[in-house]
């Protein structure tokens, strides 16, 4: 079989996770940016709204249109999933489809060269991965699959009920990469929260704080997408107590007006979702980022105020803003007082402003702190600018820092190793540091 393999990853971090489970599999390729150099080419996709199923499709046929003659084209993953009959039916430029469920037997489906959709769940056990973008941080997925049966959501239809990985299997992953130079974990799901409530066990995040903070090596973690009925107060004490995890919340709450809550089928109205709010901002350090969604059907104008102060005004860190998609296979899609597209549109603007205040203030408020950073290399923006990124945060997602300054201008500047440093100022919406010393 040729050797030169060009990869896409869309969507979220569970699906780079997933990625990175076949580039393991299939390490005896050599990587390529260039598609059009490729022998294999493999897409894979996010199923989640229009927009991502729009751009995956896309991305599928610009990289057809790309191709060399005699090359593979593969579509895995979650719009894959999803559409099973349809894409191979009016996507015939396709040579292998495949699910979520056979991401560890890539390297078998291109050397039978064909299409498979296995119907058993997948949970990462053991696979090897080639992590990316990255050499000190890693993503750990803890479950897939999601019990939750909000109005909006299609991924119970084709990710299935929720399915947690052990907590051997968990702490064996994260050992593997802290040989490989790693300390710095995100641990991510559907529904983290729920982690191991399949298994009768109610408070599984708590036993998995306690079980990664007996592994020598790891220095930072954080635990991403919490969904506030099955956040409970006691478990963000433990995250409080923690040597290891942050004070992190990524909690997306959707909206804050009680009966869109109820339409959403969130399982909490809007006091106890304030009152675990609350709880986090009163922890030392405490980062909040959360998402809402516009426009969903039924959402009055009073409702859409409502959810606007009370984004503007709680204290966010960061917030994500989604327009409602009407996906087939959701209970909302059956609602009848859909929205106007356009009001969606308008709504969330509004909201993006919301957005990019309490974006501002946050920023603001972290000038002239000491804190912990991670240098990852020269900044897109000049040689003489390293970009950083304050250890507490997520990679990516929650921005970038750029250091203009050091004490000490002779010693050399680690890629990957931690530092403290002093925010100096806000440039936009990026951070200046000077750097003190390595920790």
């Known amino acids: 079989m040729s050797n030169k393999l060009h990869v896409v990853s869309l969507g979220c971090n569970k699906n780079l996770v997933d990625t ?55 579509v895995a993953g979650c719009l ?67 019990n939750q049966v909000c109005s909006f959501c299609a991924i119970p239809s084709f990710k299935g009920k929720l399915n947690s990985r052990s907590l051997d299997s968990i702490a064996k992953e994260v050992e593997s990469l802290v040989k490989k130079g790693y300390y710095d974990f995100s641990f991510i799901s559907q529904d983290s929260s729920s982690y191991l409530r399949d298994q009768n066990i109610k408070d599984g995040l708590s036993l998995l704080i ?22 409970t107060i006691g478990l963000l004490k433990n995250i409080g107590k923690s040597k290891i995890f942050h004070n992190y919340f990524d909690m997306p709450i959707q909206h804050i007006n009680d009966d869109m809550l109820r339409i959403m089928k969130r399982g909490f109205g809007k006091e106890k979702t304030v009152e ?36 503007s005004d709680f204290g ?11 996906e087939e296979t959701t209970s909302a899609y059956d609602m009848q007082e859909k929205i106007d597209e356009e009001i969606i549109h308008d709504r969330a603007e509004i909201l993006a402003e919301v957005q990019a205040e309490v974006l501002e203030k946050s920023l603001e408020s972290e000038i002239d702190k000491e804190i912990n950073i991670v240098i990852d290399g020269e ?39 931690i530092y403290k440093a002093k925010i100096t100022s806000v440039v936009g919406d990026i951070l200046t540091a000077k750097v003190y010393n390595s920790k």
């Not at 059009?36 to 199923?53: L, P, R, Y």
């Not at 901002?281 to 105020?305: Q, W």
């Open 210 to 231: 306690d079980r990664i903070e007996l592994i020598d090596g790891v220095k930072s973690a954080r635990i991403l997408y919490l969904y506030p009925s099955t956040t």
């Open 276 to 311: 675990l709010l609350n709880f986090m901002k009163s922890l030392p350090n405490a980062f909040i980022r959360t998402s809402f969604i516009v426009g969903h059907p039924g959402e009055t104008d009073e409702m859409f105020e409502e959810m606007k102060e009370f984004a």
């Open 379 to 417: 900044s897109d923006e000049h040689e003489f600018l390293l970009s950083a990124k304050e250890l507490l945060w997520a990679p990516e997602i929650d921005g970038e820092i750029y250091v203009n300054d050091r004490v000490d201008d002779e010693a050399e500047i680690e890629y990957g190793k």
């Open 20 to 74: 990175e489970v076949m580039m393991g599999r299939l390490k005896s390729f050599s990587l390529t940016d260039q598609a059009g150099q490729a022998d294999v080419i493999i897409v894979n996709t996010c199923g989640f709204i229009d927009a991502a199923k729009e751009e995956s499709v896309n991305t599928i046929l610009n990289l057809h249109d790309q191709r060399k003659d005699g090359s593979i084209l593969v």
């Open 316 to 326: 966010f860190d960061r917030i994500n803003i989604f327009e409602y998609s009407d």
């Open 80 to 146: 894959s999933e999803r559409y099973r009959e349809e894409l191979a039916e009016e996507m015939p430029e396709v040579d292998i489809f495949t699910g979520v469920g056979d991401y560890e037997r890539i390297d078998q489906l291109l050397a039978d060269k064909e299409s498979r959709f296995s119907d058993e769940v997948y949970l990462i056990d053991g696979a090897e991965r080639v992590v990316t973008g990255s050499n000190y941080h890693a993503y750990i997925k803890l479950s897939e699959g999601c």
